[in-house]
């Protein structure tokens, strides 16, 4: 797990997506459907960039994810995205697919690049058509607007937010080549996160200099352990996206190979995306705690993997955390219908948080555990399951967060 | 959907499990877990049967999973089912199965029938050994106050209800060769109902002569278009376990090939176990409605299940159930990420009640329903979406219910 160290080689700093040179952002209250609070948010920058991008795995996708794949796969450069909240372009036809090259329209026009360089992302409802005319109005003023500051950055990641409580942002700094590398993100997820390829709205920046290819495999590779080993509630949206734009202002020799820069680069990623993931979990529709679940000593990365998943995933599971309530035998029958091949009397169960650590499950039974101490560790803002397979060497972890009534609530009635 | 017409060769009828001929049950408070309520019911037929039986796909199985299925592949015959409710008996290692040993042992001595015809189920708290002293109490009470009522089936069917809100029985009578043959059952199941193979504990009694081969069959098929289409919470129990006992006594000439006798029995067996499938997901845990998903027009019937068991199972869709919420975005989401392949843009949405049937969703995008219209059919305490594939002549239907703020309640401290 690299997200548990802060790499010596890694400075974790202030800000988000304009935390690198050259990257600038805005937003502004377009009243696309929320009243009194932005809703429409812009990443720039001064110079075209590298993009790279992963796309939700859902059939249906929304318009934006369409519009954004074939910037990423067929545009030379990528240099500002216009996110808007409150609507999801998704499930709105063709229809909704012109709304996303009016979109890259406007941007172009304000400012002064080329539509194909423009990346659309969208999040809220599905079946909506967008008020084309205020995302319009909405992007002259961002682009009137736009600033390096990282409260522009700070702001940005605010407007992205739908039913999310708080924003999501973080930035490191790394050396390359002799220059400081600065790589930083924003993202939004609350609820319909299960993430498949990738998940929710997300944005890097970096002023590294790299190859597409590259920057697109570093990528590609990373959001297998990080955001796709999130869940909130096992729905995959319409519109998961993640992209990474690269303007290569730091001054860097272009990395075009996997070498110790390379290395240095998807590490730095790796605490990027893993921050972000959790902090989605962590921010899940109604949660109380960020629920971690770490498998070690598996036979394979793959066994590990889905039987963490398969934990943070269970409706049960997640219930008994929201209760602070050590029911175990939840836990282990999501690894028992998981898919997975394990033998259960070999496996160790702990619980962790802050307030300590016990063992509650081994060698086929409950051990004799203190229900009071692991309700005290259960009640902690972030809870682990650990479970030990004393069956090899590989390890994976999975974030969500527990079941609570607000989940429901928020839920029930998204719409009005 | 057989079960939507109650077919002209089949009669349904009071009772449960002591309808068909030769049947007896009895329940008691045995003081289990449960205080003031009966805790404990037995199955018996006064001839030995043939058994047949599906379990859970978890690999994590309770002991008492372990033993029955023994006792149906290895075993002649079967004469009695022993049920627990409050503790399931999973996870409890070597001494839960020694109990499994010692709980047949008790019924073969009080009932006066061979060990390895006994059969035995629990539901309940994983983890917790039985008290299995009182379970030998309870045996002995049971056997002495068997009955071959219907009143004697209905209180074996209360007495193994876990978070279950009323009690779940069905009886049928068919003609076969001449002589009149009654097919019964109940079942318990409200949490933990994601089945794979089968599900929950289901009991199906029948005085029908059949060959264990055919019998084995019959069941294992019906189940696939039934209980495993049931899902309310996604996690797949340790202890699912439906079995059907079949003593012969309505005095048909034993079927033992596929004839129409056979397609008779396995009619009747549909309708009794989609009607317990359906009892279940509409007394799924904190519960206000059932959700029915029907998928028709499907390419194949593997499509169209999937389909159905995804938007049943998306806990989106199921809390805009809950808020009689027609955000029909979810439901096409939810289908995108089934895993089946189809084109987003041809398939036609309805919502569907007593109340009325409307269309939402065409070409692609939104029609234009009335959103009061939409409510009024939501706020039923029986819900169908219809899913039109347009593409074939497959269809397969899928049961869950809404997700409530009594759900979270109910599992974030089950134990206590």
């Not at 490191?172 to 609350?190: A, F, L, Q, R």
């Not at 000593?297 to 998943?309: D, F, M, R, T, V």
Request: charged share 25%; hydrophobic share 40%.
């Amino acid at each position: 797990m690299h997200n548990e160290k802060e790499n010596k080689d890694m400075k974790i700093i202030t800000g988000g997506v304009t935390a690198a040179k050259g990257f600038e952002a805005a937003s502004t209250e377009a009243g696309i459907k929320y009243k009194n609070r932005s809703d429409m948010a812009l990443v720039f920058s001064q110079v075209p960039c590298i993009v790279a991008g992963t796309f939700t795995g859902n059939i249906v996708k929304a318009a934006c994810v369409l519009w954004d794949k074939e910037v990423v796969e067929h545009s030379a450069f990528g240099q500002a995205v216009v996110v808007n909240s409150g609507i999801a372009n998704a499930c709105t036809g063709k229809q909704g697919y012109n709304y996303c090259n009016q979109t890259a329209e406007a941007a172009a026009k304000y400012l002064n690049i080329p539509e194909e360089s423009v990346l659309v992302a969208s999040t809220g409802v599905i079946g909506m058509q967008l008020p084309i005319d205020k995302i319009v109005e909405g992007i002259e003023k961002l682009s009137a607007g736009k600033e390096s500051t990282l409260e522009a950055g700070t702001r940005a990641a605010e407007a992205i937010m739908t039913t999310d409580t708080v924003s999501k942002q973080v930035a490191v700094e790394i050396e390359i080549d002799g220059k400081t590398v600065t790589i930083g993100g924003m993202c939004k997820g609350s609820g319909m996160i299960h993430p498949n390829m990738c998940t929710m709205l997300g944005f890097i920046t970096t002023d590294l200099s790299i190859s597409k290819e590259l920057l697109q495999e570093a990528l590609r590779e990373d959001v297998k352990d990080t955001f796709n080993m999130v869940s909130i509630d096992g729905d995959t949206s319409t519109n998961d996206t993640l992209l990474i734009l690269a303007n290569g202002l730091a001054g860097n020799s272009t990395i075009t190979e996997k070498n110790e820069d390379y290395r240095k680069f998807v590490e730095a990623l790796n605490y990027i995306d893993t921050t972000l993931a959790k902090k989605m979990a962590g921010d899940g529709e109604g949660a109380t705690a960020l629920f971690e679940t770490k498998v070690i000593n598996a036979e394979s990365k793959e066994q590990a993997k889905i039987l963490a998943k398969s934990v943070i995933c269970s409706s049960l599971t997640k219930a008994a955390i929201f209760g602070h309530d050590a029911n175990w035998g939840r836990i282990l029958c999501a690894m028992g219908y998981s898919g997975a091949q394990f033998d259960p009397e070999k496996v160790e169960l702990f619980f962790e948080s802050k307030s300590g650590r016990i063992q509650i499950y081994k060698d086929g039974v409950a051990t004799d555990y203190s229900e009071e101490e692991a309700t005290r560790i259960l009640s902690d803002p972030e809870v682990t399951v650990l479970v030990d397979m004393k069956s090899g060497d590989q390890q994976a972890a999975a974030w969500g967060c527990d079941l609570s009534y607000d989940y429901v609530k928020i839920n029930a009635d998204y719409r009005s």
